[in-house]
């Protein structure tokens, strides 16, 4: 049975899905953007504050659903400019080891909810 995760340390959803959902060991956690779930705003400014609040929200909800990074299996990443890609690395790479870290894909996109400059999404297992 798919089990429904959410917690008040993440943003609430900007659209009609959870924050992240269970199925068969496996959490699907949906696209984190930069808000924060304290204010309800967008962290602004510059790329690190945006990608480090994104990465806090992602960590939120899987301490919600009681796994952490070491158990990512796939990140998805959606940028605005790929110029960002090393300062974005770099706030990345501090919530993962690098011997475990999951798979990942790094897209530059048009255009992301909020019209921010990064969004992630993952899997993991549970």
Do not use: W
């Not at 899905?17 to 304290?38: C, R």
């Not at 960590?59 to 890609?85: P, Q, R, W």
């Not at 300062?87 to 909020?114: C, G, H, S, W």
């Amino acid at each position: 049975m798919k089990e429904i995760f959410t917690t008040k340390y993440a943003p609430d959803p900007v659209g009609p899905y959870n924050q992240a959902t269970a199925y068969n060991n496996t959490l699907y956690v949906s696209g984190q953007i930069a808000i924060d779930p304290s204010t309800g705003e967008l962290v602004t400014g510059d790329i690190e504050a945006e990608t480090r609040r994104v990465m806090e929200n992602l960590k939120a909800i899987l301490e919600n659903a009681g796994t952490t990074f070491e158990n990512v299996l796939k990140c998805s990443v959606f940028v605005s400019d790929m110029h960002n890609y090393s300062r974005i690395n770099a706030v990345y790479a501090e919530y993962f080891n690098d011997d475990t870290a999951p798979a990942r894909e790094l897209v530059e996109v048009a255009n992301l909810p909020k019209f921010v400059n990064i969004e992630i999404s993952l899997i993991a297992a549970l």
